[in-house]
């Protein structure tokens, strides 16, 4: 079964940057689209960005200029930098992958746990 872990979220104050990590487990043969969402308090879950296999990335509004997506095909890990981090962006982050896992299978969409991004002085 696919498992996604998300590492790195935690606290900072507006300003500041974070990085999350999103790394997966497994048994699988091929990833195409790795990308990151977030859920606010009483909002709907919302892409961030997304990078898909041949390294074009994609960014919301919110994000582009300050938010930088990449992924490490060898390791199957996708991080997403994040910087000049305001109270707007108070979110859980979720990774997201878009997986083959057998051949001939479908590709499979597998989400993370999440992990609490919090941006307050």
């Known amino acids: 079964q696919v498992r996604l872990v998300e590492s790195g979220g935690g606290s900072v104050q507006p300003g500041g940057s974070l990085r999350l990590s999103c790394r997966v487990s497994g048994s699988f043969i091929g990833i195409s689209t790795m990308a990151w969402y977030r859920q606010a308090p009483g909002k709907e879950r919302e892409l961030v960005a997304a990078?898909?296999?041949?390294?074009?990335?994609q960014y919301r509004d919110h994000a582009r200029g300050r938010f930088t997506i990449s992924r490490d095909n060898d390791a199957n890990t996708v991080d997403l930098q994040m910087n000049k981090l305001t109270s707007a962006d108070t979110a859980v982050y979720y990774c997201n992958f878009v997986v083959q896992s057998k051949p001939g299978y479908p590709f499979d969409v597998f989400w993370g746990q999440g992990t609490q991004v919090t941006v307050s002085s």
């Open positions: 990078i898909f296999n041949d390294g074009n990335t």
